[in-house]
């Protein structure tokens, strides 16, 4: 397996692939030249700040980054939202204008169209910019990369079950870092994605929990050392897991009562009422609005049967589907990309997975998008062989 250049002489031997497919090989000379750039920048101490999406896999995808960047001037940065955002990019601008050689790199985000506008804001500043990420791309918005990691890419054929923090961790294992870490990393992207790919290991389905609910608490300013540290350390990620789950326990407890389960053409359907579920209005709660849904859709769906989860707030509209689901056509995203057609003064970004997806609505709107999704649903479900 031949690395890049004289970069090749930096490692005792080629890390070994936790998924080793025909996908991961079509990736692996790009993620070999993410490994190159991130270990050159840590050499010639470049201002690099590392951007990671808000949930397990972000965070799995952060904290690899900042292994492989060990003694780099760094930055590692929790997003909020799955849109890198102009208010995001005027402030990042400010801490790196002027310097020579600033480098970005968004994690698990990024690639959408939403992220266009404060990506050209980069580019136009003369950034070079980074984008490792599993979601499906905009064409224009990757026009704008300086580099692009993705199972998405042309010729890769690959799919969003390989996960960011999964593919950091592997980037990250190419620029030496500890590789049992890496591949711990990797397995709880995995799982926190709930990945085709994600091993069965209890102790990782707890710590992509413990990430998940820590998320919730925004960002820290030294986020890369702090969950290295950690995960390692049992006793506080445990104490992390309890208060989590329950809270996750609080919310099965009551989706019976208040969401409504109805089914349509043998396509079960469930709708999440996410405000009376999560009645909080704190910005970050635990768990988050898409992660309520996603809670009260496996409590609520019947195992190895065809269903779709709608959640909804006056603010969002979430989806969720099952493995059925998703063999038999139904995509979350394709149904965001229309309605963003459709309804463009009422959402203001959407996107994800075929089986998760979300949209953010704008006020008054909600009622108008819940209804449309629910009628394409419906539709989809009428053409369904169950």
């Known amino acids: 397996m031949a690395l890049i250049g004289d970069f090749a002489k930096e490692l005792a031997h080629a890390p070994k ?10 990736m692996l000379p790009s993620m070999q030249e993410a490994a190159k750039k991130l270990s050159e920048a840590a050499k010639k101490g470049r201002s690099v700040l590392v951007r990671f999406h808000c949930d397990a896999d972000g965070i799995t995808s952060g904290v690899a980054l900042y292994n492989a960047l060990r003694g780099a001037r760094m930055s590692i940065v929790q ?7 102009v208010k995001e990019a005027v402030r990042d601008l400010s801490g790196v204008l002027g310097q020579q ?14 992220s266009f506008e404060a990506l050209s804001l980069l580019k136009a500043a003369g950034i070079e910019i980074i984008v490792i990420d599993h979601h499906p791309p905009a064409e224009k918005t990757v026009a704008l990369l300086s580099h692009f990691v993705s199972p998405h890419k042309a010729g890769m054929n690959g799919t969003s079950d390989y996960a960011a923090g999964f593919l950091c961790a592997h980037i990250a294992k190419i620029a030496g870092a500890n ?19 994600a091993p069965s290991n209890e102790e990782f389905v707890k710590k992509a929990l413990v990430l998940d609910y820590l998320s919730s608490f925004g960002n820290f300013p030294n986020a890369g050392e702090f969950y290295t540290k950690m995960l390692l350390k049992k006793e506080l990620w445990m104490e992390f897991y309890t208060r989590a789950q329950e809270k996750i326990d609080e919310i099965r407890k009551q989706a019976a009562a208040v969401c409504k389960v109805s089914s349509e053409s043998g396509v079960g359907i469930i709708v999440v009422p996410l405000e009376k579920l999560a009645p909080t209005s704190e910005k970050f709660e635990f768990p988050s609005k898409g ?15 065809v269903f779709v989860g709608i959640g909804h707030s006056k603010k969002t509209v979430n989806f969720r589907a099952s493995r059925e689901a998703i063999a038999r056509g139904f995509s979350a ?4 990309g229309e309605l963003k057609i459709e309804l463009p003064n009422c959402i203001e970004a959407g996107g994800g997975h075929d089986a998760a997806a979300s949209m953010r609505i704008r006020g008054e709107c909600d009622g108008i998008v819940l209804e449309a999704a629910l009628k394409k649903t419906r539709e989809w479900a009428a053409n369904v062989k169950v």
């Open 291 to 305: 992660k309520v849904c996603g809670i009260a859709f496996e409590a609520l769906r019947e195992t190895g049967k």
């Open 17 to 26: 692939m936790l998924v080793d497919d025909e996908v991961m090989q079509r």
């Open 333 to 336: 995203r394709k149904i965001i």
């Open 179 to 197: 590789e049992e870490f890496m591949d711990e990393l990797a397995g709880i992207s995995l799982i926190g994605d709930k990945s085709r790919f």
């Open 79 to 85: 997003n909020n939202s799955a849109v890198y955002e």
């Open 101 to 114: 050689n600033a480098l970005f790199v968004l994690a698990d985000f990024g690639a959408n169209e939403e």
